[in-house]
Structures are given as structure tokens and as C-alpha cells.
């Protein structure tokens, strides 16, 4: 019988979730009982958006919109499956792609946020998609973009993984494109990334292929995103207000810019 933090963790996270909304750990904006590791990834955009989201429910640009249609089709073809589903899988060490929640505390302060792409190989994550469309150019990666990815392989550390392979990959692709072009995208970023790794270029870089463009580094914690990340709970725990975006360039094209106090 193998006895892992991780699954330990897995086990009880339903119960700490529903404990969590129940009876909230800290108090926070809006009386949330968590916060969202893509709401912490999209403050880097716009925090003062993020909480009118929160305030008045998500209203998108035209563009976005469709973004968000294409990622809903990517992701299709991955269903979550149940919690012990997703252990016995891992502990068998087949290789797999999973989709699933995840759980910590950064200094007392509950985050939770969805895995769409983890691959799992020998028992660990070994790769950790964050697909994104865009209708900019696909070899330029945003903070917010980095830091959802190192805050999703953080979860998986604290959680009790091990992450010792993990490689953290942030894979753009052109809005535009056909949705069947997008079909096998994860298992042909995996091919690729395994290549790389293999003849040892894998620590960090980027990596354009047939229809996407692959950024990717090997985990290794937080890093310097740490103090960032402390900064923008100061938001959540309403330690400060929210801030507006400073490149006024970003409110032009805002669905909340009529009502933005920014
Ligand atoms: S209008 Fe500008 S400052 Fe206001 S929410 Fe939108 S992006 Fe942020």
C-alpha cells in the first residue's frame, strides 16, 4: 500500500474545499473562500478588472470571447475524473494526461485553482500545459501567462508531489486557427518536449512548432515570483485597494472601461 502526502491530500480535498466555504479561513474581497490562480495570473493584467469581474460578473471584449470559445474546444477532449481514479492511475505509473483541481495555503490564505494538461509519467508530473490563443504574436509569453503556470506547478509541490521532472510549459496558439487544427495538441507538445530533454537543451527556451509556439522552463519553485505573489494577496486580503492597469493602452479595448473607476 503506498502512503504518499499527495494522496492524502487528494483525498481530503473535497471535504477541505466544502470546510473552506463553509467557514471561510481569512476574509477575503467579496467573501470569497479562496482565490483563483487565474485571477492571481490575471491581475498582472489588470487588477482593478479582476475585481470588477468579481463585482459585476465576467463581460467579455469581442476578442477575448472567442479566445475563450477556443480554449473550451481544446480542452474538450479531457474530462476530469474522479479522485480515485486519478490516484490508482498514478500510482500504476502510466503516462496520462490529467485534469484536476488542486489546493494550498501561501502564507494562510487558501488557493485553489483547475489543471487542464498535467501529463503524468512514473508516478509524477512530469508536464504541465497552460495553453493560451492570441491573436498577437505567439513568441511572447506575459507575466501574468508565467506565473499561472509557476503557481499551478507550485500547487502540485505543496501538495506533496513530486516535481523533481517537472517541466512547466506555456504553449501559445493563433486564435484564428481551425479548431481541428488543435486536435493532439498536448500530445505532440509532449513528444517534442521529450526530444529536447532527451539531448539535455531542456531547461528553459522556447520552441515554435506546426501551428504553436511552446515557452518552457524546468520547475524549480516560485523563484523571484515569490514576493510578487505576497504583493498581490495584499489585494485579495484587503490589505489595499485594487490598482488599475498603468498602460492605458489595455483600457481601450476593456469591456468594463464605462464603469471603470481606474
Ligand atoms: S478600463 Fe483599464 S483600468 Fe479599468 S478595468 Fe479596464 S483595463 Fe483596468
Redesign the pocket.
Do not use: E, M, Q
Given at each position: 500500500m503506498v502512503h504518499e502526502k499527495w494522496i492524502e491530500t487528494l483525498r481530503t480535498q473535497n471535504r477541505r474545499l466544502k470546510d473552506l466555504k463553509k467557514s471561510p479561513k481569512v476574509v477575503l474581497v467579496h467573501d470569497l473562500p479562496w482565490v483563483r490562480i487565474r485571477d492571481i495570473s490575471d491581475q498582472f493584467y489588470?487588477e482593478?478588472?479582476v475585481d470588477?469581474e468579481l463585482k459585476f460578473g465576467k463581460k467579455y471584449a469581442p476578442e477575448t470571447k472567442k479566445g475563450s470559445e477556443i480554449h473550451k474546444k481544446v480542452d474538450s477532449s479531457l474530462r476530469r475524473v474522479n479522485l480515485k481514479r486519478l490516484i490508482e492511475d498514478i500510482v500504476s505509473g502510466k503516462s496520462f494526461f490529467a485534469k484536476f483541481t488542486v489546493d494550498f495555503e501561501f502564507e494562510e490564505v487558501p488557493i485553489v485553482g483547475v489543471l487542464d494538461q498535467t501529463f503524468f509519467r512514473e508516478g509524477k508530473p512530469f508536464y504541465l500545459l497552460e495553453v493560451k490563443s492570441t491573436n498577437h504574436k505567439l513568441d511572447r509569453i506575459y507575466e501574468g501567462e508565467k506565473a499561472q503556470a509557476m503557481l499551478y506547478g507550485f500547487a502540485l509541490e505543496k501538495m506533496g508531489f513530486d516535481c523533481s521532472k517537472l517541466c512547466l510549459a506555456v504553449v501559445k496558439v493563433k486564435r484564428d486557427l481551425d479548431v481541428e487544427k488543435y486536435s493532439n495538441l498536448a500530445v505532440r507538445v509532449v513528444q517534442k518536449m521529450d526530444l529536447i530533454r532527451d539531448l539535455g537543451k531542456g531547461k528553459v527556451g522556447n520552441k515554435e512548432l506546426k501551428n504553436e509556439f511552446v515557452h518552457f522552463w524546468e520547475y524549480n519553485g516560485l523563484e523571484e515570483l515569490e514576493g510578487e505573489i505576497r504583493e498581490k494577496l495584499n489585494y485579495w486580503t484587503k490589505k489595499r485597494s485594487p490598482k488599475?492597469?498603468q498602460n492605458t493602452n489595455?483600457?481601450k479595448r476593456?469591456a468594463?472601461?464605462d464603469f471603470?473607476r481606474?
Open positions: 489588470c482593478l478588472k470588477l488599475p492597469a489595455k483600457c476593456c468594463y472601461k471603470c481606474g
